[in-house]
């Protein structure tokens, strides 16, 4: 999340976060996430003024289709919610395995991409996220009531990490899985959304 607000703070979109375009640093950068793949980011604001582009729709899809937001497959220009909403779907991959919508039997692209989107505009958050802690379905649903200009309070979304964290007897320690000793790898995926 921290490298989107950073990537979003300079005015740019990336449109196709997948697990792909993240990788971990190494030596010193081991804690470090980074995003890679910049190849279809856009800039949402203009360079200049700072003025965020309008509302339009009719874009093609663009990005990878498990990922997108119901707003991309919609054809509506993508913006900052639709980044922080393919993260969420990123970390429900990681932590299910699978998405709902990824083995659906169409063949051809069209229709495949409007049966994914129908998907998962009928799920709501809290029946994608059921028997999983709430933050998730929170995150969603946050992400997904963003209007098209407005900032994402990303202060707002670390604290609820971080009170979830708390709640349950987490300590937000920023270390990794592959960081620990076997004996004290537990269920740490949370520790990627910061």
Known sequence: MDRLEALHTRGFVHRDLKPENFIIGIGDNAKTIHIIDFGLAERFSDIVTGMHRPYSEGHEMLGTARYSSTNTHNGIAQTRRDDLISLSYILL?????????????????????????????????????????????????????????????????????????????????????????PDERGHRVYVLLL
């Open 93 to 181: 991959y990681f932590i299910c395995g699978s998405l709902p919508w990824q083995d659906l039997t169409v063949s051809n692209r069209e229709p495949k991409y409007q049966q994914m989107a129908n998907t998962k505009a009928k799920l709501k958050p809290y029946r994608l996220c059921q028997g999983l802690p709430t933050i998730f379905s929170t995150f969603i649903t946050y992400a997904e009531q963003l209007d098209f200009e407005e900032v994402p309070n990303y202060a707002h979304l670390h604290s609820l990490i971080n009170q979830h964290f708390v709640k349950d007897g987490h300590s937000v320690d920023v270390k990794f899985d592959w960081e620990l000793h």
